[in-house]
């Protein structure tokens, strides 16, 4: 089961909580408001994939420090500032760490938006490399041998004497890393050729 990626808001101005819930409401992008940092990092499922908008200065937690806590969690959300208080070094600063955007209040509708929509088009992807690369860490040190030799054209006979093991056991082998990739093909199975490092 796919979650749909969310879209949040943390500001502590309940005026632009409501204003901008409304306004991406209209271009079918609802939001999740938020008026604090802490509760935002409580109740939301940091690993999943969707969009943050983060206002830079508020009480408690400002807008840096929720975007460090989602860097050091590893979050696949994509972050986008929103702020009244921006400058070029802290929008600079903003991006070295990973900020998939950076607006100055007032924002138009349809410039937020877009950039909504292409900051969730990165989350899923990041999202689901997160989740490739879990499932090839899961692989046993003899399953990453088969893959690895798998992805190189080896035949099964090929592997079977490469690792002095009989070709039914590589079967084996290749039929548990297949189910542990959640791959039913070759060409699925070759997706992974990138993450293999």
């Known amino acids: 089961m796919t979650i749909a990626p969310a879209i949040y808001l943390v500001d502590d101005d309940s005026a632009i909580l409501d ?3 409304f306004l991406m409401e209209s271009y079918g992008l609802p939001l999740t408001p938020y008026n604090d940092g802490e509760r935002f990092l409580q109740e939301v499922d940091l690993s999943q994939p969707g969009c943050v908008i983060l206002d830079s200065r508020m009480p408690g937690l400002s807008g840096q420090d929720l975007q460090r806590r989602l860097v050091a969690a590893n979050s696949p959300l994509a972050v986008i500032f929103l702020t009244g208080h921006g400058d070029v070094p802290m929008a ?19 410039d937020l938006a877009a950039a909504l929509r292409k900051g969730l088009e990165h989350s899923q992807s990041r999202y689901d490399q997160q989740q490739q690369r879990a499932r090839l860490d899961s692989l046993s040190e003899r399953e990453r041998e088969v893959f690895k030799l798998v992805i190189k054209g ?3 006979k090929q592997m079977a004497d490469s690792l002095c093991v009989a070709v039914r056991t590589i079967e084996v082998h290749r ?5 542990k990739l959640e791959v039913d093909s070759l060409a699925a199975l070759m997706q992974f050729a990138n993450l293999d490092t």
């Open 19 to 21: 204003s901008l819930s």
């Open 92 to 110: 600079v600063d903003a991006f070295k760490s990973g900020a998939f955007d950076f607006f100055q209040k007032p924002v138009k509708g349809q």
């Open 154 to 156: 080896h035949t099964n």
């Open 175 to 179: 039929a548990n890393l297949m189910k």
